[in-house]
């Protein structure tokens, strides 16, 4: 049975469709209305307040805790300084990846790591010699995601401290409402976007101002759904969907590492030792065997899919997980297809998918299923790079 | 934002196009894509025609007339990359009916929460609604297939032509036998005695046919408007046939980015230019001469006005042969709405009791009863606006805070009925204009009795001004009644439905041709595209 997060009391009157999945052990909301599509659209052009507190949080303190994180973490975290964030991504010895989540540094000895798994125990045996604390403070706070195009001039009014002058992946620490809460220019939806901490007992007065100040633009709670939509027109991978945690893998297969995931630009091999180390240089040399892209698929094929069943064509109502097979134009199935959405505003259909190295190039067209009335199709799919929306506000 | 000069770079052009309305930017981008050298002329500042947006107060940005899309065609939007040049469009999902002392009717996007909402009307009206709804989808495919090609010619033998015709006899057959009548009826009916035969429960009723009269000089009891209800099940937003939308930005956004997309492929774009006249010699288009004595030469000449305005004022009656010249005046413009736009300084208080600002999200449709409606139109056709009009009330800055300061918003009353020719004579609107603006806010006033306390700046738009404004004849939004006898072979003559006119090289490309009125772009680009495929240009 899930756990209801620290602002479930209000998160709760407010999800008026009752549509709850359990994320990482909590409540959280899928959409707050029968459909995501406002909320979505909040996200784009005005802001969405999503309650993120399920990710796992974990502090590092200590004066070891730099050396702790530069040895787990894929990236060099000694570049990582004071208020700052940094995105990054964390590998076994084999260079496959376990996780990937946010570093924040607080100060030299105190750091904050974001995960999509629980990894106090990897954290735990890595630490060993070390003079470092990891405690899990997931359940001590709550956080919480400002995204949109507006989130600045809302957190304006809702926060004290130069909120507006706050660089993209840098933090503050901040008050809302008198309570005390660390600010952080970071979001999975690939817009302008902020996330909130605050402890426990403060929650609901922090979602309370927020609401509050987001009140004269348009602000509305948003839901996992429309995340969904947003994070696949980013082009975010998602652990458990686009990829999965080498600890999870039955087979070796399954398991994929930071390159094959375009994450690559976040790994720095040349320095001090850090775990996968050896097989990520091996790696690097050698090539990849897979590759992370982006497909669009060519619309007036997909619409006489549909036409052929005198049908009109129909765009996912909702973000999809269930992969999917990509074909070269010999039908040899070359890779699959993991996530995608139809994106309102972009106006097309996207994908994300890992495809095996040598089997394209970008801008090739591949062929990936299409199911129509009940009929297996192939429709043609253009591939790009994994970003299909990128505005010039989420760093601006 | 792009800055327009009023100077053409030459003085001569494959196609210059006489208008910088949606369609002739969309017929710009189409033949400029095509190599051709074109130059689109428009006399306001901005381009856009009747889909602009305009900052009418600090702060408070309009959509001046055209206030919604729906009909706008998918695939235009990808061949013109119109994304990229800033389209962007939210899908409006609801569609409230208020009643004064009651919760009103909301229609949703959620189909059962619809039902139980009609359901408190009418338990038969709720569970028919959807089926309702499936049955006109199925017949929109069938004039879908209209709006995205260029005409079909019945009298003509050209196997291109009855190949088209065999096509639509296809899926007309492919239709049972109920289907089949439906069609018949939709076709002929009014709006309202077609709707009663599938719904009985008020406010559905009123509020379902408002759609059917919607710019048209008719009311919702005159046959031949149950076809305009069609229009409302054929929108399409993302692919799927849906409901209408808001443009980030206002309509004018949806033109900039049709602009953009003309300018990206090489054509010329001039605005604070008014074109006195086409140059017409032996019969045939030679060029445009500007007010300002400017002359400009073309291969073609391609008109975006209405077809009144084309040939009446910018060819001259004397170039044409008294039979066009008598259809083109038969041809009816009869101006029949308003606009009414108020700035906001806070969201009025409908006095529903329903909480939040969900169901005031999409359009708001004042159509109380049948009877309203029909007395709104019994007031017009005796040369009167309506006391009590059909209003169709938008408040965008609830989907897109970018239009209103914070806080604040902007809503757009459309209204019907203003007829064009007022019983003191069309000349004598300014004086009126104000008291007209009373009518609408007073009607609003009957929702939201604190609407006249939000209201920091009005503009009210008669059709004389919508006429003084943009050129449209009468003031007609679509550029020519929507109504079935100027439509398709027959708009907006017969024999001339094909963009082609009497004079040689010159062609049009407005909501006066096929398929017609509203923000859909089809006209300009069914126009280039048989332009190049023609040797128009």
């Given at each position: 049975?899930?756990?209801k997060s620290?602002?479930?009391q209000?998160t709760s009157?407010f999800?008026q469709?009752?549509?709850w999945?359990d994320?990482?052990?909590?409540?959280?909301?899928v959409?707050?209305?029968t459909?995501?599509?406002q909320e979505?659209f909040?996200?784009?052009?005005?802001?969405?307040?999503?309650d993120?507190?399920?990710l796992?949080k974990?502090?590092?303190?200590?004066?070891?805790?730099?050396?702790?994180?530069s040895?787990?973490?894929?990236?060099?975290?000694?570049?990582?300084?004071?208020?700052?964030?940094?995105y990054c991504?964390?590998c076994?010895?084999?260079?496959?990846?376990?996780?990937d989540?946010?570093v924040?540094?607080?100060?030299?000895?105190h750091?904050r790591?974001?995960?999509?798994?629980p990894?106090f125990?990897w954290?735990h045996?890595?630490a060993?010699?070390?003079?470092v604390?990891?405690e899990?403070?997931t359940?001590r706070?709550?956080i919480?995601?400002?995204?949109?195009?507006?989130s600045?001039?809302?957190?304006?009014?809702?926060?004290?401290g130069?909120?507006a002058?706050?660089g993209?992946?840098k933090?503050?620490?901040s008050?809302?409402?008198?309570?005390?809460?660390?600010?952080?220019?970071?979001g999975?939806?690939?817009?302008?976007?902020?996330?909130?901490?605050?402890?426990?007992n403060?929650?609901?007065?922090?979602?309370?101002?927020?609401?509050?100040?987001g009140?004269n633009?348009q602000?509305i709670?948003?839901?996992l759904?429309a995340?969904?939509?947003a994070?696949?027109?980013?082009g975010?991978?998602?652990?458990?969907?686009?990829?999965?945690s080498?600890n999870?893998?039955?087979i070796?297969?399954?398991k994929?590492t930071p390159?094959e995931?375009?994450l690559?630009w976040?790994?720095?091999?040349?320095?001090?030792?850090?775990?996968?180390?050896?097989?990520l240089k091996?790696?690097k040399?050698?090539g990849s065997?897979?590759?992370?892209?982006?497909l669009?698929?060519?619309?007036?094929?997909?619409?006489?899919?549909?036409a052929?069943?005198?049908?009109?064509?129909q765009?996912?109502?909702?973000a999809w997980?269930t992969?999917?097979?990509?074909?070269?134009?010999?039908?040899?199935?070359?890779g699959r297809?993991?996530?995608?959405?139809?994106s309102?505003?972009?106006?097309k259909?996207?994908a994300?998918?890992s495809?095996?190295?040598?089997n394209?190039t970008m801008?090739?067209?591949l062929?990936?299923?299409?199911?129509?009335?009940?009929?297996?199709?192939?429709?043609?799919?253009?591939?790009c790079?994994?970003m299909?929306f990128?505005?010039?506000?989420?760093?601006? | 934002?792009?800055?327009?000069?009023?100077k053409p770079?030459?003085?001569?052009?494959?196609?210059?196009i006489?208008?910088?309305?949606h369609?002739?930017?969309?017929?710009?981008?189409?033949l400029?894509?095509a190599?051709?050298?074109?130059l689109?002329?428009?006399?306001?500042?901005l381009?856009?025609?009747?889909?602009?947006?305009?900052?009418?107060?600090?702060g408070?940005?309009?959509?001046?007339f055209?206030?919604v899309?729906s009909?706008?065609?998918?695939h235009?939007?990808?061949?013109?990359n119109l994304?990229?040049h800033?389209?962007?469009?939210?899908?409006?999902?609801?569609t409230?009916?208020?009643?004064?002392?009651?919760k009103g009717?909301?229609?949703w996007a959620?189909?059962?929460?619809?039902?139980?909402?009609?359901a408190?009307?009418s338990?038969?009206?709720a569970s028919?609604?959807s089926e309702?709804?499936l049955?006109?989808?199925r017949l929109?495919?069938?004039t879908?297939?209209?709006?995205?090609?260029?005409?079909?010619q019945?009298a003509?033998?050209?196997?291109?032509?009855l190949?088209?015709?065999l096509?639509?006899?296809?899926i007309?057959?492919n239709?049972d036998?109920?289907?089949?009548?439906l069609?018949?009826?939709?076709?002929?009916?009014?709006a309202i005695?077609?709707?009663q035969?599938?719904?009985?429960?008020?406010p559905l009723?009123?509020?379902?046919?408002g759609?059917?009269i919607i710019g048209?000089?008719?009311?919702?009891?005159?046959?031949g408007?149950?076809?305009?209800?069609?229009?409302?099940y054929?929108?399409?937003?993302?692919?799927?046939?849906?409901?209408?939308?808001?443009?980030?930005?206002?309509?004018?956004?949806?033109s900039?980015?049709c602009a953009k997309?003309a300018?990206?492929?090489?054509?010329?774009i001039?605005?604070?230019?008014?074109?006195?006249?086409i140059?017409?010699?032996?019969?045939?288009?030679?060029?445009?001469v500007?007010?300002?004595?400017?002359d400009?030469?073309?291969?073609?000449?391609i008109?975006?006005?209405?077809?009144?305005r084309?040939f009446l004022?910018?060819v001259?009656?004397?170039e044409?042969?008294e039979?066009?010249i008598t259809q083109?005046?038969?041809y009816?413009?009869?101006?029949s709405?308003?606009?009414?736009?108020?700035a906001?300084s806070r969201?009025?208080?409908f006095r529903?009791?329903?909480?939040?600002?969900?169901?005031?999200?999409?359009?708001?449709t004042i159509?109380?009863?049948?009877?309203y409606?029909?007395?709104?139109?019994?007031?017009?056709?005796?040369?009167?606006?309506?006391?009590r009009?059909f209003l169709n009330?938008?408040?965008?800055?609830l989907?897109?805070?970018?239009?209103?300061?914070p806080?604040?918003?902007v809503?757009?009353?459309?209204?019907q009925?203003?007829?064009?020719?007022?019983?003191?004579?069309?000349?004598?609107w300014?004086?009126?204009?104000?008291?007209?603006g009373?009518?609408?806010i007073?009607?609003i006033?009957?929702?939201?009795p604190?609407?006249?306390?939000c209201i920091?700046h009005?503009?009210i738009?008669?059709p004389?001004d919508?006429?003084?404004?943009?050129?449209l004849?009468e003031?007609?939004?679509?550029q020519g009644e929507?109504?079935?006898?100027?439509?398709?072979?027959?708009?907006?003559?017969a024999?001339?439905?094909?963009?082609?006119?009497p004079?040689?090289?010159?062609?049009?490309?407005?909501?006066g041709t096929?398929?017609?009125g509203g923000?859909?772009?089809?006209?300009g680009?069914l126009a280039a595209k048989?332009?190049?495929?023609?040797?128009?240009v």
């Amino acid at each position: 049975m899930p756990i209801k997060s620290p602002f479930h009391q209000r998160t709760s009157q407010f999800c008026q469709s009752m549509n709850w999945k359990d994320w990482a052990g909590y409540y959280a909301v899928v959409s707050y209305d029968t459909n995501h599509e406002q909320e979505y659209f909040a996200y784009r052009h005005a802001a969405g307040l999503m309650d993120v507190t399920p990710l796992f949080k974990y502090e590092v303190t200590g004066p070891d805790s730099l050396h702790l994180l530069s040895r787990i973490m894929a990236k060099d975290i000694n570049k990582v300084k004071q208020g700052q964030v940094t995105y990054c991504c964390w590998c076994d010895d084999d260079g496959k990846i376990l996780d990937d989540g946010t570093v924040s540094c607080l100060s030299q000895d105190h750091y904050r790591v974001t995960s999509a798994e629980p990894v106090f125990h990897w954290f735990h045996q890595n630490a060993r010699s070390l003079k470092v604390t990891i405690e899990d403070i997931t359940s001590r706070f709550g956080i919480l995601a400002l995204q949109g195009p507006l989130s600045r001039e809302i957190l304006t009014h809702a926060a004290g401290g130069d909120i507006a002058s706050l660089g993209f992946f840098k933090l503050i620490d901040s008050t809302i409402d008198n309570r005390r809460v660390t600010i952080t220019r970071t979001g999975y939806t690939g817009d302008l976007g902020y996330e909130i901490w605050c402890e426990n007992n403060d929650a609901l007065v922090v979602y309370d101002a927020v609401m509050e100040s987001g009140k004269n633009y348009q602000l509305i709670p948003a839901g996992l759904a429309a995340l969904d939509v947003a994070r696949i027109e980013a082009g975010f991978i998602m652990n458990g969907v686009d990829y999965f945690s080498a600890n999870h893998c039955v087979i070796n297969s399954r398991k994929s590492t930071p390159f094959e995931l375009n994450l690559g630009w976040s790994v720095n091999l040349n320095r001090d030792s850090f775990i996968g180390q050896q097989a990520l240089k091996k790696e690097k040399k050698e090539g990849s065997l897979w590759q992370f892209v982006g497909l669009e698929y060519d619309w007036d094929a997909y619409e006489k899919i549909f036409a052929n069943f005198d049908l009109p064509p129909q765009t996912p109502a909702q973000a999809w997980r269930t992969a999917v097979p990509v074909y070269n134009k010999n039908g040899k199935q070359i890779g699959r297809a993991t996530s995608g959405a139809w994106s309102p505003i972009l106006k097309k259909n996207l994908a994300l998918a890992s495809i095996k190295t040598g089997n394209f190039t970008m801008g090739d067209t591949l062929h990936i299923e299409v199911t129509a009335e009940y009929e297996r199709q192939l429709c043609p799919v253009t591939v790009c790079k994994p970003m299909f929306f990128n505005p010039d506000r989420k760093r601006d | 934002m792009i800055k327009f000069v009023s100077k053409p770079k030459t003085s001569s052009y494959d196609a210059v196009i006489v208008g910088g309305g949606h369609n002739g930017l969309v017929c710009a981008a189409y033949l400029a894509k095509a190599g051709k050298k074109v130059l689109v002329v428009e006399k306001r500042p901005l381009v856009g025609g009747a889909a602009v947006s305009e900052q009418i107060a600090p702060g408070f940005i309009f959509s001046t007339f055209s206030y919604v899309v729906s009909l706008f065609r998918p695939h235009i939007i990808r061949q013109l990359n119109l994304v990229k040049h800033g389209l962007q469009i939210i899908p409006m999902e609801t569609t409230y009916n208020p009643i004064p002392g009651d919760k009103g009717l909301v229609r949703w996007a959620d189909a059962g929460r619809t039902r139980h909402e009609i359901a408190r009307f009418s338990q038969k009206d709720a569970s028919l609604y959807s089926e309702f709804g499936l049955a006109m989808g199925r017949l929109s495919r069938f004039t879908k297939n209209i709006i995205d090609t260029t005409a079909p010619q019945p009298a003509s033998l050209n196997p291109k032509e009855l190949f088209k015709l065999l096509k639509m006899g296809k899926i007309f057959k492919n239709f049972d036998g109920n289907m089949r009548y439906l069609n018949v009826k939709l076709m002929t009916m009014s709006a309202i005695d077609f709707l009663q035969e599938w719904f009985e429960s008020e406010p559905l009723l009123p509020s379902m046919a408002g759609s059917g009269i919607i710019g048209t000089f008719m009311g919702i009891r005159s046959p031949g408007t149950a076809y305009v209800l069609l229009h409302h099940y054929m929108g399409e937003i993302d692919g799927a046939y849906r409901a209408w939308g808001f443009s980030i930005g206002g309509t004018g956004q949806i033109s900039l980015a049709c602009a953009k997309s003309a300018l990206s492929f090489g054509a010329e774009i001039i605005t604070d230019a008014a074109v006195d006249h086409i140059d017409i010699k032996n019969g045939r288009a030679r060029g445009i001469v500007l007010e300002n004595g400017d002359d400009i030469k073309a291969g073609t000449v391609i008109s975006c006005l209405d077809p009144n305005r084309t040939f009446l004022k910018m060819v001259g009656e004397h170039e044409l042969s008294e039979n066009f010249i008598t259809q083109i005046k038969r041809y009816k413009n009869r101006g029949s709405s308003g606009k009414v736009n108020l700035a906001l300084s806070r969201l009025p208080n409908f006095r529903d009791g329903r909480p939040g600002q969900h169901h005031l999200k999409g359009d708001i449709t004042i159509a109380p009863t049948i009877d309203y409606v029909e007395r709104a139109y019994d007031e017009a056709k005796y040369g009167e606006y309506s006391k009590r009009p059909f209003l169709n009330i938008v408040i965008p800055s609830l989907s897109d805070p970018s239009v209103a300061p914070p806080g604040k918003h902007v809503l757009s009353a459309f209204v019907q009925y203003a007829p064009y020719n007022i019983k003191e004579g069309a000349d004598k609107w300014p004086d009126k204009r104000e008291a007209f603006g009373n009518a609408v806010i007073d009607t609003i006033e009957e929702y939201c009795p604190d609407i006249r306390s939000c209201i920091i700046h009005k503009q009210i738009i008669s059709p004389w001004d919508i006429e003084k404004m943009t050129g449209l004849t009468e003031g007609n939004i679509f550029q020519g009644e929507l109504s079935l006898e100027q439509l398709a072979f027959l708009r907006p003559v017969a024999e001339w439905s094909r963009y082609r006119t009497p004079i040689s090289k010159l062609w049009m490309c407005g909501s006066g041709t096929h398929p017609g009125g509203g923000l859909m772009g089809a006209p300009g680009e069914l126009a280039a595209k048989t332009m190049l495929t023609e040797g128009g240009v």
